[in-house]
C-alpha cells in the first residue's frame, strides 16, 4: 500500500470527522469507516467530496460502493479506500 497515499485519506478522513471525536485513535488501514469511526451517511458524501477534489473523478466513492451490498458497506476500511484510489489513479482516465 502507498503509505503517503493512505495518510493523505486518512487526513481526509480526519477533517471529515473532526479531532476532536478521534482524540488520540489512531487511523490504520483496519480502521473500520462505520464501525470504527462511526461515519453517518451525511459524513460519506463529504467524504467521497473531499476524495474527489483531491484526486479527481476518478476517486468515485458512489462508483466503488455501488456493487456492494450493505454489510460490504458497512465493513469498508480505511485501506480498502486508499486501495481503491491507488488502482484509480493507476488506471488512465
Known sequence: MNNDLFDEVAGLVREVIGED??????????TSCSQDL?????EFVEL?????????????????????????????????????ITAKLATPA
Not at 38 to 42: H, R, T, Y
Request: net charge negative.
Open 38 to 42: 462511526a461515519l453517518e451517511s451525511i
Open 21 to 30: 471525536f478521534l482524540l488520540d485513535e489512531e487511523i490504520t488501514p483496519a
Open 48 to 84: 467521497s467530496e473531499r476524495l474527489q477534489q483531491r484526486f479527481g473523478q476518478q476517486a468515485n466513492l458512489a462508483t466503488f460502493v455501488a456493487d456492494m451490498d450493505i454489510d460490504a458497506f458497512m465493513a469498508i476500511t480505511v485501506g480498502e479506500l486508499t486501495a481503491y
